[in-house]
């Protein structure tokens, strides 16, 4: 996906400007970082749960100058996890219910950078304190801003309203450990 694309490719939800920047943990900006991002549409699906011929809300692409991301997707959606047989009983045993809040995953690796796997939570979700999977820790929600149609930072203009996100992400030099 190049540097602005859409990765919903037709997924239905409102569309989401996501941006920041890749850097080493030392405030280096790492051009050049591929980012592996996937997310579920407003329906609360991934494209696997629609069949084979389905590929949306997922991609990849690389970090711009400067380690500057960006890219085009939909506001993720709150979902449950398969909660029938050993899973629900699980989960009822533990006084959990079976939601997930809206999120978007990432994985992003950068040469001589341990790999990165996280995922940011959107903030104001309703699930965000009771996660099926606790997935949720603070430094991980983050706002998505709202914006009425009109111009939008890629310099396209949007016919109705669009939401945007924006976060870095850090990677830790990789030293020839292994955990």
Do not use: N
């Not at 970082?33 to 549409?41: K, T």
């Not at 706002?143 to 830790?172: I, K, N």
């Amino acid at each position: 996906m190049p540097l602005g694309g859409d990765i919903a490719r037709g997924a239905p939800g409102t569309p989401c400007y996501v941006s920041g920047t890749v850097r080493s943990t030392d405030g280096t900006p790492l051009a050049g970082a591929r980012l592996d991002v996937w997310e579920a549409d407003e329906d609360g699906f991934y494209d696997v749960q629609y069949g084979p011929d389905r590929s949306s809300g997922r991609g990849w692409l690389r970090s711009g100058t400067g380690g500057k991301y960006c890219f085009w997707s939909v506001l993720p959606a709150p979902y449950p996890i398969p909660h029938d047989g050993p899973v629900g009983e699980l989960l009822t045993a533990a006084g959990r219910g079976p939601m997930r809040p809206a999120h978007l995953h990432f994985k992003v690796t950068a040469p001589g950078h341990r790999t990165l796997i996280t995922h940011i939570f959107v903030a104001g979700d309703p699930y965000l304190d009771s996660d099926a999977v606790f997935g949720v820790k603070e430094s991980l929600v983050m706002d998505a801003l709202r914006h009425e149609p009109g111009p939008a930072p890629d310099g396209s203009h949007r016919d109705g309203p669009w939401t945007s996100m924006a976060f870095d992400l850090v990677l830790v030099p990789d030293q020839g450990e292994h955990r």
